[in-house]
Every structure is written in structure tokens, then in C-alpha cells.
């Protein structure tokens, strides 16, 4: 999987915001960052930040894997739930 810094940096405060910030030497395998996590659940966890907490089925039928890997990462799933609010009409 290849991920975007500001992807992996969105959630201020984050394990994973700390982890990719530059503050940190990440050691490499074949100049690749090997993460030891459920590809499945990190992956959903990646999808709900991308599209800022909005659930698609998928992640739905894996909430608690989802769940579980955003607490590994120190992600509050309401951060982003607090912002459902901040939505504009577009004409």
C-alpha cells in the first residue's frame, strides 16, 4: 500500500501523526515502512479518514475491527462525527 504523508498525518495528535511526521526514524525493509497490522482493518481505518469519518458498508460490517484500529492508532472516532456538522450546500 502506498499512502500519502498528509494522509498518515491528517489526525493531529494521533499515534500515526506521530509516527509519520519526520519527528521519528522509521527503519525500512527494501526502502518500505513495515507496519505489523491487519491489512483489512488498517485499510478500513485509512478509508475513514480519507472520506473524514463518513462509514461506506463495508466499514459498517467491520465497525468493530474498524473500532479496534482506530483506538490502536489513539484515532477518536467521534473527532470525526464532531464535524458532520460543518457541511455546506453547494449550488
Do not use: C
Not at 27 to 50: C, E, Q, S, V
Amino acid at each position: 500500500m502506498t499512502l500519502r504523508k498528509s494522509t498518515l498525518t491528517h489526525v493531529k495528535g494521533s499515534a500515526l501523526e506521530a509516527m509519520f511526521s519526520g519527528r521519528h526514524e522509521l527503519p525500512k525493509l527494501k526502502d518500505k515502512i513495515f507496519l505489523d497490522r491487519n491489512p483489512i482493518a488498517f485499510n478500513l481505518m485509512i478509508d475513514f479518514i480519507r472520506n473524514s469519518g463518513e462509514l461506506y458498508e463495508e466499514q459498517e460490517k467491520n465497525h468493530k475491527m474498524l473500532s479496534m484500529e482506530l483506538k490502536y492508532w489513539g484515532i477518536d472516532e467521534k473527532l470525526f462525527k464532531d464535524r458532520s456538522n460543518d457541511k455546506y450546500d453547494i449550488i
